[in-house]
C-alpha cells in the first residue's frame, strides 16, 4: 500500500482537546492562559459546539461556524491571536449531515443526487436506504434526523473536499486541521447503533456495495 505521507509538522505536537461549550472568547483565553504559564501547547481543538447553531440542540451545521459564540469580529480576532502565538486550530466534522433543506450541504447534495445522472457518472453524495433509489438512508445523530456522505462515490469525496474551501467555510484559513469522529458510522436511532448492512453505496460508475461489504 506504500509508505504513509509525512503529516504536518504541528500534529506531532502538543495538543489541547476537551469537551466544553466552546466560543472564541474561550479559546482566546485558553491561548493566552497557556502563553502566560508557559504550558507546550501547539494545536487547540473544538468538539461539535462550534457547529451548533444558535444553540439550538439539534443544530448542528457542520462548515458553519455557530454564530452566537464565534461572531463575524471574533473569528477573525481567535485567528489573528492563535497564529501570532504560534499555535494552529482543528475542529470537528463528522460524516452524518443534517437533513434539513435550509442547510446548504444537505441541499446541494440532494441537488447532485436527483438530477439525471450520465451514464458512468453518478453523483452519489449521500449513502443510499436501498438499491436503484436516490432516496438516502435516513437516521438520527447529533443534528436529529441524518444522512451520511457516502464516501465510495468519487464525485461525492469531490464534494465534500470542495467544502474545506476557505471560500466555503467561511472564517477558516490555512491553520485549520479537521477531526473525523462518529465515523463509525454512528447512528443512534437504530438498534445495532450504526447503518443497516442493507444500505448502499453507489460508485461513480455505477457499482453498488452493500454497507455489510464495508462494515
Not at 504550558?39 to 452566537?68: C, H, M, R, T
Not at 497564529?83 to 434539513?100: F, N
Amino acid at each position: 500500500s506504500g509508505f504513509m505521507p509525512l503529516p504536518l509538522l504541528h500534529i506531532l505536537g502538543y495538543h489541547f482537546c476537551k469537551w466544553y461549550p466552546v466560543s472564541a472568547d474561550m479559546l482566546m483565553e485558553r491561548n493566552r492562559n497557556f502563553t502566560d504559564y508557559g504550558f507546550p501547547v501547539d494545536v487547540l481543538w473544538s468538539d461539535i459546539e462550534w457547529a451548533q447553531q444558535n444553540n439550538d440542540p439539534q443544530g448542528y451545521e457542520y462548515f458553519k461556524f455557530n454564530p452566537l459564540n464565534f461572531t463575524a469580529t471574533s473569528v477573525p480576532e481567535m485567528n489573528s491571536q492563535i497564529e501570532e502565538s504560534g499555535r494552529r486550530i482543528v475542529v470537528i466534522v463528522d460524516p452524518h449531515i443534517k437533513a434539513s433543506d435550509d442547510y446548504f450541504v444537505y441541499s446541494e447534495g440532494m441537488t447532485y443526487q436527483n438530477q439525471t445522472q450520465p451514464y458512468f457518472n453518478v453523483s452519489n453524495i449521500f449513502v443510499r436506504a436501498a438499491s436503484h433509489n436516490s432516496t438516502p438512508f435516513y437516521g438520527d445523530c447529533w443534528p436529529g434526523n441524518s444522512v451520511w456522505l457516502d464516501v465510495l462515490n468519487e464525485n461525492a469525496q469531490n464534494f465534500w473536499g470542495q467544502l474545506f474551501d476557505y471560500s466555503v467555510f467561511i472564517g477558516s484559513n490555512y491553520m485549520y486541521s479537521f477531526w473525523n469522529d462518529m465515523n463509525e458510522p454512528s447512528v443512534f436511532s437504530t438498534a445495532s447503533g450504526t447503518m443497516p448492512m442493507d444500505a448502499v453505496h453507489v460508485k461513480a460508475d455505477e457499482k453498488e456495495v452493500t454497507h455489510l461489504e464495508l462494515h
